[in-house]
């Protein structure tokens, strides 16, 4: 009987009490990060409160103490993955470093030109550049398996790309897009019928699967503690130890030394060899305080959980007005990738985010496999077991309230920007606006309500030169100037409506003026002054310094 109750599990995740407290935020981006249980965050005070020091090479109490509180760990760590050493377990800052560790101390010996490494359309970035690197040191060649029409890695189309040929086969365990568990054991049975080495990507998998290493049998597995409920800035490199003991060290210096002098040096014996310099210690004990959610018995209740969340959503995110998901069928664990129709994905995300609910948006470090959806990203909605049924219901009610709301707006049309129909909305004017908006919502919609005042762009008249570098949706950006005056008229568009209505605000202070005064206004005091700086997140934000940049740039050349 599933005796797991999702009110006590939550208790033990501190910020989900502050934040139902302070403003009701929803959290749905699990699959970047997972919020910190109290266990992990009362371990890592404790350890700086009364265990800190460094660890192996102290010679006193303290260093002991250390150091057998971070050795404890790699044993556990051991244990949950069954490997079967402890020297099999080497710490790193994440599933990307322990990626390119493999990549440069494996690949860079092993491989030569002409040899094959086999990747998946569904990897991440992080499992695709690295490899293109060693690709590009050692003249090797990137081969990639389709999906099916359900997003899972081809097995059909993998015996044909998996040959004699293929030295390293390095696939996801789960897509952080799609959400379906891979054939891992079959893929990792081809590459041994053809002696290549495998190596997993579990970042998405070790929260809310079993992994069990020898059954497996594959070369590497990778995780980050951070998507198990741990500190960020921890990962795990599992590797069979005779093929760690035969690669050579990543970096150098600290712990990965035996003896040095100027003749020579000799390295330690694993794991240290790959870890030099001094660890995040205080991470990886922190990671052992969340290694208890993950005994048999919860785990089970937690997978049990995860799944009757999982049906849930996927049927009551179906009924949703315009909605499509990325590929057919339910996911395996509660990790759903959309579009809506007509909606760009920001607008969306954004939208959702003015009423408390946190998402992604964007194309999830995985461009390869937008572009096979003909996409230049997604809404990704990602759940943990300390999600809720109700907040689930409250994600489909404003997901059906925007959408219903959006294809019932008529369509801009497209025009070609003249001196007669360039935004005049000037700052005071927006001040004003935003003076009378207190809360996030109430920026959020008169943004939205913003972005209609900005002529669009026919799509034919978009140039590529005109393209805003660093805005993550498409913005583009074109200037005149005035012979008389010597001020600047720009015209501005952006698929992304939330962008639009950025940019009418970044017009406010810009157009019809002269370049010293563009160069000289400090935009960042004046989206402060709207109280918009707070909400703003990273994608947004770079998205609004890359378009004050590039107006800054034109400026710069009129000067």
Same mark, same amino acid.
């Not at 322990?98 to 990549?103: D, E, G, K, M, R």
């Not at 060290?249 to 035996?258: A, D, R």
């Not at 003076?435 to 008249?461: C, F, G, T, V, Y």
């Given at each position: 009987?599933?005796?797991?109750?999702?009110?006590?599990?939550?208790?033990?995740?501190?910020?989900?009490?502050?934040?139902?407290?302070?403003?009701?935020?929803?959290?749905?981006?699990?699959?970047?990060?997972?919020?910190?249980?109290?266990?992990?965050?009362?371990?890592?005070?404790?350890?700086?409160?009364?265990?800190?020091?460094?660890?192996?090479?102290?010679?006193?109490?303290?260093?002991?103490?250390?150091?057998?509180?971070?050795?404890?760990?790699?044993?556990?760590? !051991?244990?949950?993955?069954?490997?079967?050493?402890?020297? =099999?377990?080497?710490?790193?800052?994440?599933?990307?470093?322990?990626?390119?560790?493999?990549? !440069?101390?494996?690949?860079?010996?092993?491989?030569?030109?002409?040899?094959?490494?086999?990747?998946?359309?569904?990897?991440?970035?992080?499992?695709?550049?690295?490899?293109?690197?060693?690709?590009?040191?050692?003249?090797?060649?990137?081969?990639?398996?389709?999906?099916?029409? *359900?997003?899972?890695?081809?097995?059909?189309?993998?015996?044909?790309?998996?040959?004699?040929?293929?030295?390293?086969?390095?696939?996801?365990?789960?897509?952080?897009?799609?959400?379906?568990?891979?054939?891992?054991?079959?893929?990792?049975?081809?590459?041994?019928?053809?002696?290549?080495?495998?190596?997993?990507?579990?970042?998405?998998?070790?929260?809310?699967?079993?992994?069990?290493?020898?059954?497996?049998?594959?070369?590497?597995?990778?995780?980050?503690?951070?998507?198990?409920?741990?500190?960020?800035?921890?990962?795990?490199?599992?590797?069979?130890?005779?093929?760690?003991?035969?690669?050579?060290?990543?970096?150098?210096?600290?712990?990965?030394?035996?003896?040095?002098?100027?003749?020579?040096?000799?390295?330690?014996?694993?794991?240290?060899?790959?870890?030099?310099?001094?660890?995040?210690?205080?991470?990886?004990?922190?990671?052992?305080? *969340?290694?208890?959610?993950?005994?048999?018995?919860?785990?089970?209740?937690?997978?049990?959980?995860?799944?009757?969340?999982?049906?849930?959503?996927?049927?009551?995110?179906?009924?949703?007005?315009?909605?499509?998901?990325?590929?057919?069928?339910?996911?395996?664990?509660?990790?759903?990738?959309?579009?809506?129709?007509?909606?760009?994905?920001?607008?969306?995300?954004?939208?959702?985010?003015?009423?408390?609910?946190?998402?992604?948006?964007?194309?999830? *470090?995985?461009?390869?496999?937008?572009?096979?959806?003909?996409?230049?990203?997604?809404?990704?909605?990602?759940?943990?077991?300390?999600?809720?049924?109700? =907040?689930?219901?409250?994600?489909?009610?404003?997901?059906?309230?925007?959408?219903?709301?959006?294809?019932?707006?008529?369509?801009?049309?497209?025009?070609?920007?003249?001196?007669?129909?360039?935004?005049?909305?000037?700052?005071?004017?927006?001040?004003?606006?935003?003076?009378?908006?207190?809360?996030?919502?109430?920026?959020?919609?008169?943004?939205?309500?913003?972005?209609?005042?900005?002529?669009?762009?026919?799509?034919?008249?978009?140039?590529?030169?005109?393209?805003?570098?660093? *805005?993550?949706?498409?913005?583009?950006?074109?200037?005149?100037?005035?012979?008389?005056?010597? !001020?600047?008229?720009?015209?501005?568009?952006?698929?992304?409506?939330?962008?639009?209505?950025?940019?009418?605000?970044?017009?406010?202070?810009?157009?019809?003026?002269?370049?010293?005064?563009?160069?000289?206004?400090?935009?960042?005091?004046?989206?402060?002054?709207?109280?918009?700086?707070?909400?703003?997140?990273?994608?947004?934000?770079?998205?609004?310094?890359?378009?004050?940049?590039?107006?800054?740039?034109?400026?710069?050349?009129?000067?």
């Amino acid at each position: 009987m599933n005796t797991f109750s999702v009110a006590e599990f939550r208790r033990q995740f501190p910020i989900l009490q502050k934040l139902n407290k302070d403003s009701g935020l929803i959290y749905f981006d699990n699959a970047a990060t997972t919020q910190k249980y109290k266990a992990v965050i009362k371990t890592s005070q404790n350890f700086y409160q009364e265990s800190n020091a460094n660890v192996h090479r102290g010679s006193h109490f303290l260093s002991a103490k250390a150091t057998k509180s971070f050795e404890i760990v790699r044993l556990q760590v !051991q244990t949950l993955i069954n490997a079967s050493s402890e020297k =099999e377990i080497i710490w790193t800052k994440g599933t990307t470093e322990s990626i390119n560790l493999v990549a !440069q101390c494996y690949g860079l010996s092993n491989l030569k030109s002409g040899d094959e490494i086999v990747l998946s359309q569904a990897e991440h970035h992080a499992n695709i550049v690295p490899w293109q690197n060693l690709a590009s040191q050692t003249g090797a060649v990137i081969k990639v398996i389709p999906l099916d029409k *359900c997003g899972r890695i081809d097995l059909v189309q993998a015996e044909q790309v998996i040959t004699s040929k293929c030295k390293v086969l390095a696939v996801n365990h789960i897509s952080n897009v799609i959400g379906k568990l891979n054939p891992i054991k079959e893929l990792i049975a081809l590459a041994k019928n053809v002696g290549a080495k495998t190596l997993i990507d579990g970042a998405q998998s070790i929260a809310h699967s079993s992994i069990d290493v020898k059954a497996l049998d594959c070369d590497f597995y990778v995780f980050s503690a951070h998507k198990m409920y741990g500190p960020t800035g921890v990962g795990v490199l599992y590797g069979k130890e005779q093929l760690l003991e035969q690669m050579p060290p990543y970096q150098f210096g600290g712990e990965m030394i035996k003896k040095v002098s100027f003749t020579g040096t000799t390295y330690n014996s694993l794991p240290h060899k790959f870890e030099a310099g001094t660890p995040n210690i205080v991470g990886v004990v922190g990671l052992g305080a *969340c290694l208890e959610l993950f005994s048999k018995s919860l785990l089970s209740d937690l997978q049990a959980y995860e799944l009757s969340l999982c049906e849930y959503t996927y049927l009551a995110l179906s009924k949703v007005l315009g909605l499509k998901f990325l590929v057919d069928q339910q996911p395996d664990i509660p990790l759903f990738s959309f579009t809506i129709e007509n909606v760009h994905h920001h607008d969306v995300a954004t939208f959702l985010d003015s009423k408390g609910i946190a998402v992604r948006s964007g194309h999830h *470090c995985a461009m390869p496999l937008m572009e096979l959806f003909d996409l230049d990203g997604s809404v990704r909605v990602s759940l943990a077991p300390y999600n809720t049924f109700a =907040e689930v219901d409250e994600l489909i009610k404003q997901l059906q309230q925007f959408s219903l709301g959006e294809n019932t707006e008529k369509l801009p049309v497209s025009t070609q920007p003249s001196a007669d129909n360039l935004t005049t909305i000037n700052q005071d004017e927006i001040l004003n606006l935003f003076s009378n908006a207190k809360s996030w919502d109430l920026k959020h919609r008169q943004i939205m309500l913003l972005a209609k005042e900005l002529p669009r762009i026919d799509k034919q008249l978009r140039s590529d030169n005109d393209l805003v570098n660093g *805005c993550e949706s498409s913005a583009w950006l074109k200037v005149s100037i005035n012979e008389t005056s010597h !001020q600047l008229s720009f015209v501005a568009d952006s698929d992304a409506k939330v962008i639009r209505g950025l940019m009418v605000i970044i017009l406010s202070v810009y157009q019809h003026k002269t370049a010293e005064q563009i160069i000289a206004f400090d935009i960042n005091a004046y989206f402060s002054q709207l109280g918009l700086m707070q909400h703003l997140s990273p994608s947004r934000g770079n998205g609004i310094k890359a378009i004050v940049e590039r107006i800054e740039q034109l400026a710069a050349t009129h000067l």
